[in-house]
């Protein structure tokens, strides 16, 4: 019988390599978006201009099908050969997990391959949008002032209490993702030859528990439909109010926070899609009175343990060419609303 070698150490580092090019990819995509968003305002009735922008919008989303299907193909391909090495290491006679990813293979096409020196990845590289200042926010968050006591509902007299916040769900979902990554990130680091057999099944798992967290990651907060719309127009909170559901949420926008979590809302410091940001007064140049809050249309992490948040409020409504902003979990003055808690 034939001894087929799968070399191992190369497919992680193909893995890796994939995963890289789909961040940098991913990352360039709002340049395209922001690039077709500045050309469609001064369009008007050009058809040469108009089908230009059509062709960008297909490209954006043929690309984001591509980033999706390559992120797919590097975790499978992690996962195939933790497989591999699992079964190597246990003496298998058979092992056929690699044709769930690459389809049947014929038997005569199978090609003994010989063991290569193991490679070490290279080091980590940031995607260039990544690595860039974050944009700063939109000049002028008090150019719209919130509506004074007398107009919105009445400010309490009393400053509230400071607001203790418990580890949430999304909290810990991105802490436990972390961790993943650290420990997944400590065994891809030896030889692969030199895996135990239980460290080989250990990467394996982490690598499903990754998959697994990332896609809620990404997924984000449930958004429910928005409800009922008291604020007055063209304020921050009456724009978070007619983009989702916000149930008791009510008064300034400093109290958003406070207010949410004595009604059973999850509340945290991680960025989570669909969830909304909170700023107290004066912290990125959120109004000196009313704080700020918005909706966040897209996080990005950032291998430094921080988050590009893509968002957009009453002076930035272009979900297409979202305002950026870099955020540290846990920094004084920024919290995010996420769902129901438990739900």
């Known amino acids: 019988m034939a001894v087929i070698h799968m070399d191992t150490d190369e497919t992680h580092n193909v893995s890796w390599e994939i995963n890289q090019l789909m961040s940098v990819i991913h990352a360039s995509l709002p340049l395209i978006t922001n690039a077709a968003s500045t050309l469609e305002t001064n369009a008007a009735t050009d058809a040469a201009l108009l089908g230009l922008i059509a062709e960008l919008r297909a490209i954006v989303d043929a690309f984001t099908e591509v980033t999706n299907a390559g992120d797919d193909i590097s975790l499978r391909l992690s996962k195939e050969a933790a497989r591999w090495e699992t079964a190597d290491q246990e003496g298998a006679s058979t092992f056929t997990g690699i044709c769930t990813v690459l389809g049947p293979i014929d038997q005569s096409q199978l090609v003994a391959f010989a063991p290569k020196t193991p490679?070490?990845?290279?080091?980590?590289?940031?995607?260039a949008e990544q690595t860039a200042p974050a944009e700063p926010m939109t000049e002028g968050v008090t150019a719209v002032p919130e509506p004074t006591p007398a107009v919105a509902e009445a400010t309490p007299a009393l400053e509230p209490a400071p607001m203790v916040l418990h580890e949430s769900l999304w909290s810990r979902r991105a802490n436990e993702l972390s961790s993943i990554n650290q420990e997944i990130r400590e065994l891809e680091s030896q030889s692969r030859s030199n895996l135990s057999v239980a460290d080989a099944r250990r990467l394996e798992e982490l690598y499903d528990q990754r998959g697994q967290l990332d896609s809620l990651m990404r997924e984000g907060v449930t958004v429910g439909k928005p409800g009922p719309n008291n604020f007055p127009e063209g304020q921050c909170t009456w724009y978070v109010a007619s983009r989702r559901e916000i149930g008791p949420l009510h008064g300034d926008a400093r109290y958003w926070d406070g207010v949410a979590t004595e009604t059973?809302?999850?509340?945290?410091?991680?960025?989570?899609?669909?969830?909304?940001?909170?700023?107290?007064?004066?912290?990125?140049?959120?109004?000196?009175?009313?704080?700020?809050?918005?909706?966040?249309?897209?996080?990005?992490?950032?291998?430094?343990?921080?988050?590009?948040?893509?968002?957009?409020?009453?002076?930035?409504?272009?979900?297409?060419?979202?305002?950026?902003?870099?955020i540290t979990p846990g920094e004084e003055g920024v919290n995010f609303i996420y769902d129901r808690a438990g739900a």
């Open 119 to 127: 490679v070490t990845p290279p080091p980590a590289a940031q995607p």
């Open 264 to 326: 059973g809302y999850d509340v945290g410091e991680v960025p989570v899609k669909g969830s909304i940001m909170v700023w107290q007064p004066g912290v990125h140049n959120a109004d000196e009175n009313y704080g700020h809050v918005s909706f966040v249309e897209r996080v990005i992490p950032n291998r430094d343990g921080t988050f590009t948040v893509e968002f957009t409020d009453n002076l930035n409504m272009n979900t297409n060419a979202p305002t950026r902003i870099t």
